[in-house]
Structures are given as C-alpha cells and as structure tokens.
C-alpha cells in the first residue's frame, strides 16, 4: 500500500439520507469507517435540488428517519410534504446531533474504484488525486442522483441562463419579469411550473409527453397535531412496513368489480382530496393490473384535469394518451393544472412541432421562435443505474460493471452484484427502493448491510460475493415482480426508459426496481440474511 494511499476498513460513498444513517449505524459499532461525499456538503437529493418547488411527495413523518426516539421527539415537521431547505436542515441536525460529520469527508468525487484481489481490497481513486483503500465499499449513490440533458442543436449558444434543474443555483435566480422557457413535464418539471407561474412574467412549457399528476394537497403541521403524531410513530411506522408502497395508505381490498360504479367514483372524490399518495397506493389493486379498471380510473383523472384547466385543447394536451394512471412514476402537484389557465403560460407540444434548435435568444420549433431570458431543464436523470455507470467500477478480472449491466442491472436484492467482492449497494438497482417510501426501504438495506459487515469484521472473513445462482434468482423474481403489472408496458424510469440516454430510449434496463412490494421485499431479503447470509460466498 503506497504511503499516499489512505486505508479503512469500510468506505460508504455518498452523504445523502442512505450513506448518513448507513455511517451512523457502523459508527456506533466502532467500525473503522468514513465517508466519501463529492458535493461540498452532505443532503445528497436535499443539497443539490435546490429548484422552486422541491419538496417531499411523502409525508414528512414517515419520510424522517426510526432508529432514534430522541431525534422523533425532538423534530418537528412544520408541513405534512416539506420544502427542500427545511429537509436539508433536518439531515444536518441529525448529523451534527450524532457527531457524524467527523466521520465525512466534503469534496471527495470517486471517480473509480477497481478490486484488487490478492490484497482483497478496493481502490478508490478521487477527481483530486486522493486515494484510498478500503476492505469493504457500501454505495449510496441514489437513484435520482445523475442528471441528463437533451441533445439540442445550439444549446451552448443560448446567452441567457441555463440549467438542469439539478444543478439550480444557491443563490437567487432572478424570475420577475422574466421569459422563462421550461423543458420537460415529468416530476420536477411539474413541481417547478405549479411553483413560478405567478413569479415570472411569461412562462412557455415545452413538453414532450404528458404525465398524470394529482394533487399533493399539502398543509401545515401544528405543534399539536405533531404532539399527536409523536404518540403514534411506533404505529406509523409499523404500517409503513405492513405496506407495499411504504407509505400508511392501504390499499383497497374490496375489490374493483364488487364496488358500484358510483361508489368508486365517490371513493375516488375523497382520495383525490386526501394528501399524498392517497389516489394511488390507497386505491383499489386491481387498477395496477386490469386494462378495463385502468382505464376507468384514468378517465376519472382526466375529467378532473378537464374540470381545471379552463381551455378545452390545453387540457387535452395535459391528458396523457400513451399510458394509464399509475402506469409511471406519478407526480404530485401544487396548482400546476391551474398554471395553465394564466395568460402569461402557453404550453407547447413538441411532440407535434419538435424543437429544432437553441439560438442565442430563446427556442426555436419547427413551428415558431420564443424569445427567453432563461432556459429549465427538467429533463430528469438516468436513473437507478446512472450513478454507477458514471463511477468506473472494475471488478474481478478488472470487469468493468457498466459493461455487466449495459442490458439491465443484475443483482442479489439490490444490494450486491456478482464478480464485484466487498461491494455494497443501499437502494441500489433491483431493490425496493426505487418503487415506495425512499426512508423506509433504505432502513431495510442498511441494516442488512450493517449485519453483513459485522459479521465479516467480526470473523476476519476478507471477500464476500454474492453468489451467480442466487444473483440470477432474484433477477427472475424481479421479473416476476412485473409480470402482471401494467407499468411494464410504460415508458418511464421503472422499465429504463428515458429518450435523453442513448441505450435507454426504448428501455434498457427493463427491470431496474423490484415491484413486488416493500414488505415482502424486506420479508425475503431478512430471511436470506438469517438464514447464515444465504447467497453469500464468504470467505477467511
């Protein structure tokens, strides 16, 4: 080992919500540990989308972390879906309340990371010329941590401000007045629209393909209501795990056919008036699998996209055609229907009058001009695996990974890939991460890595691999995950598909996140891990 190369028994990578409560659980068991976090602060998600709008779709109190009593009676949530500044705010009290920044180091990108087999450790080489080694690595790259950004004739002529919504300045950018041109109506897109419609002078949104949306109906959390809520975490958290989705709305059980038409449509007044998922996870199951109750359930949502948006052509633009409700992520809004019935926001469908070019003064269709002062882009990331392939990882042999998923990930449960030793993942692709509760899955991975190590440091085992039967077990019931889902036929990031990454543009990684459900998924994963770490090769 080069006397400029710094060791450490376990490497975690990344300072978002994983990587902080993966650290804090490894500190507390006086493991020889640090982090590594490439931005100059930690918050992962929370530090980086610093753009109008950002803020939890989950509700605040199951979205904050279990493991600490004191921390739950301490917090108080101030909104039942809260902003991006009061998130970050959160993680750097849980941070600093358990002394781990100590244990982080700021301004340390990993740029590769290559396994080295005699020694049986992994080196990890930085965009500042540090390196390290270390025995075991845990990724907590996230998910959404990659942005992408369209291929456009002219982009870097543009004289105006530019920008992918993930790289939003920290200061204030000016909107007042302003010609604002926005790209992409997914989440963020839709966030951001509800967000500064009233706060610029003319906003054009350039949209490719509509997405469902339905409202976030955010409120204030009192201090008495949060008096409440601390009573009943043990409860909120025990129906956080007894769910599929990780959120306390259960689905319904009644079944879709034996409900009266009417009573489904008066079921779905009150959930559309309900916060948060309520329209999705606390609906009936069979509108995930059954084309005919798909369908009922998105003429319901496009008549109440009709009821909001006063311009009869807008809103059927704003409808989706190509895809069910349900059948991608789904966004939550804030106005964002109404957006569209101010005069200064004009929606462009670029689907039908495709954009041609950027010009040093706005957008340019096939069809008309816009002059701009700033360009959006919220054209999403690329997503699950992006982050990894960013990250060049080189395994047994010096096998980079990119090339072992370039057809779709293969993992053990998401959280360790076969040829790639000493290797952990936490919300990493084929886990149940990606598809319920962010907080409530990534508990679930740490505490099932945290185990793993223990018992390797414990024991001296120096190489732990996941096993290639087991690694093709769970590929398959991934797969099963999806067959009876409608969402497999979507085009959206639960099947790979995003038309800003080449290799991606008709779905590549067809099977990224496990859709069976995060109870089951922690059902199966802790029964492997008691089981003597079944799918483990593990070795002295």
């Given at each position: 080992?080069?006397?400029?190369?710094?060791?450490?028994?376990?490497?975690?990578i990344?300072?978002?919500?994983?990587?902080?409560?993966?650290i804090?659980?490894?500190?507390?068991?006086?493991?020889?540990?640090?982090?590594?976090?490439?931005?100059?602060?930690?918050?992962?998600?929370?530090?980086?989308?610093?753009?109008?709008?950002?803020?939890?779709?989950?509700?605040?109190?199951?979205?904050?972390?279990?493991?600490s009593?004191?921390?739950?009676?301490?917090?108080?949530?101030?909104?039942?879906?809260s902003?991006q500044?009061?998130?970050?705010?959160?993680?750097?009290?849980?941070?600093?309340?358990?002394?781990?920044?100590?244990?982080?180091?700021?301004?340390a990108?990993?740029?590769?990371m290559?396994?080295?087999?005699?020694?049986?450790?992994?080196?990890?080489?930085?965009?500042?010329?540090?390196?390290y080694?270390?025995?075991?690595v845990?990724?907590?790259?996230?998910?959404?941590?990659?942005?992408?950004?369209?291929?456009?004739?002219?982009?870097?002529?543009?004289?105006?401000?530019?920008?992918?919504?993930?790289?939003?300045p920290e200061?204030?950018v000016?909107?007042?007045?302003?010609?604002?041109?926005?790209?992409?109506?997914?989440?963020?897109?839709?966030?951001?629209?509800?967000?500064?419609?009233?706060?610029?002078?003319?906003?054009t949104?350039?949209?490719?393909?509509?997405?469902?949306s339905?409202?976030?109906?955010?409120?204030?959390?009192?201090?008495?209501?949060?008096?409440?809520?601390r009573?009943?975490?043990?409860?909120?958290?025990?129906?956080?795990?007894?769910?599929?989705?990780?959120f306390?709305?259960?689905?319904?059980?009644?079944?879709?056919?034996?409900?009266?038409?009417?009573?489904?449509?008066?079921?779905?007044?009150?959930?559309?008036?309900?916060?948060?998922?309520?329209?999705?996870?606390?609906?009936?199951?069979?509108i995930?699998t059954?084309?005919?109750?798909?369908?009922?359930?998105?003429?319901?949502?496009?008549?109440?996209?009709?009821?909001?948006?006063?311009?009869?052509?807008?809103?059927?633009?704003?409808?989706?055609?190509?895809?069910?409700?349900?059948?991608q992520?789904?966004?939550?809004?804030?106005?964002?229907?109404?957006?569209?019935?101010?005069?200064?926001?004009?929606?462009?469908?670029?689907?039908?009058?495709?954009?041609?070019?950027?010009?040093?003064?706005?957008?340019?269709?096939?069809?008309?001009?816009?002059?701009?002062?700033?360009?959006?882009?919220?054209?999403?990331?690329?997503?699950?695996?992006?982050?990894?392939?960013?990250?060049?990882?080189?395994?047994?042999?010096?096998?980079?990974?990119?090339?072992?998923?370039?057809?779709?990930?293969?993992?053990?449960?998401?959280?360790?890939?076969?040829?790639?030793?000493?290797?952990?993942?936490?919300?990493?692709?084929?886990?149940?991460?990606?598809?319920?509760n962010?907080?409530?899955?990534?508990?679930?991975?740490?505490?099932?890595?945290?185990?793993v190590?223990?018992?390797?440091?414990?024991?001296?085992?120096?190489?732990?691999?996941?096993?290639?039967?087991?690694?093709?077990?769970?590929?398959?019931?991934?797969?099963?995950?999806?067959?009876?889902?409608?969402?497999?036929?979507?085009?959206?990031?639960?099947?790979?598909?995003?038309?800003?990454v080449?290799?991606?543009?008709?779905?590549?990684?067809?099977?990224?996140?496990?859709?069976?459900?995060?109870?089951?998924?922690?059902?199966?994963?802790?029964?492997?891990?008691?089981?003597?770490?079944?799918?483990?090769?593990?070795?002295?």
């Open positions: 080992m080069s006397k400029n190369d710094r060791y450490h028994d376990v490497i975690v990344g300072a978002g919500v994983g990587g902080i409560y993966q804090k659980r490894l500190t507390d068991l006086g493991v020889d540990v640090i982090l590594l976090e490439g931005e100059e602060d930690l918050g992962g998600t929370w530090y980086r989308n610093r753009y109008p709008g950002c803020r939890f779709d989950s509700e605040s109190y199951t979205y904050g972390y279990s493991f009593k004191q921390l739950l009676d301490e917090w108080h949530w101030k909104e039942r879906f902003s500044p009061e998130n970050l705010k959160y993680l750097n009290f849980v941070v600093d309340k358990f002394s781990l920044r100590r244990h982080m180091r700021f301004n990108y990993v740029e590769s290559t396994w080295q087999e005699q020694d049986r450790v992994w080196l990890l080489k930085l965009r500042n010329g540090d390196a080694r270390a025995r075991f845990v990724g907590s790259l996230g998910p959404l941590s990659a942005p992408t950004l369209p291929e456009i004739e002219g982009m870097d002529t543009f004289e105006g401000d530019s920008f992918h919504t993930f790289w939003w200061e204030p000016p909107l007042e007045g302003k010609r604002v041109g926005i790209i992409g109506t997914g989440a963020t897109g839709i966030q951001v629209i509800g967000e500064i419609a009233d706060k610029v002078g003319e906003l949104v350039f949209q490719r393909r509509p997405n469902w339905s409202p976030l109906n955010n409120s204030p959390i009192s201090e008495a209501e949060m008096a409440e809520i009573t009943r975490y043990d409860e909120i958290f025990a129906n956080c795990a007894a769910t599929p989705s990780g306390e709305h259960l689905p319904d059980r009644r079944g879709f056919w034996n409900v009266p038409r009417a009573e489904r449509i008066a079921f779905w007044d009150r959930l559309y008036e309900t916060s948060g998922f309520a329209i999705l996870a606390g609906n009936f199951a069979e995930y059954d084309e005919a109750a798909n369908r009922e359930i998105s003429d319901y949502i496009a008549g109440r996209i009709r009821r909001r948006v006063h311009d009869p052509e807008t809103a059927e633009k704003l409808i989706p055609k190509d895809h069910g409700f349900g059948m992520r789904l966004p939550l809004e804030t106005h964002y229907f109404e957006a569209y019935n101010r005069d200064n926001v004009h929606l462009v469908d670029i689907s039908a009058t495709p954009i041609a070019r950027i010009t040093p003064t706005g957008i340019e269709t096939s069809e008309a001009h816009y002059d701009l002062d700033l360009i959006i882009y919220a054209t999403g990331f690329d997503a699950v695996t992006g982050a990894y392939d960013r990250l060049d990882i080189r395994g047994v042999d010096g096998a980079p990974l990119r090339d072992k998923w370039r057809d779709g990930p293969l993992t053990y449960f998401g959280f360790m890939t076969h040829g790639y030793p000493n290797l952990f993942m936490i919300a990493g692709p084929q886990s149940a991460s990606g598809a319920s962010f907080p409530r899955a990534i508990e679930v991975n740490v505490d099932g890595v945290t185990g190590l223990q018992h390797a440091l414990a024991n001296g085992c120096t190489r732990l691999e996941a096993e290639l039967d087991a690694e093709r077990a769970w590929v398959k019931e991934v797969e099963r995950s999806y067959a009876k889902l409608l969402l497999r036929k979507g085009k959206g990031w639960f099947v790979g598909y995003n038309s800003n080449k290799g991606h543009e008709s779905g590549r990684n067809r099977f990224p996140a496990y859709q069976g459900g995060g109870a089951r998924f922690a059902s199966l994963f802790r029964d492997a891990m008691n089981d003597n770490y079944r799918g483990i090769d593990i070795r002295n």
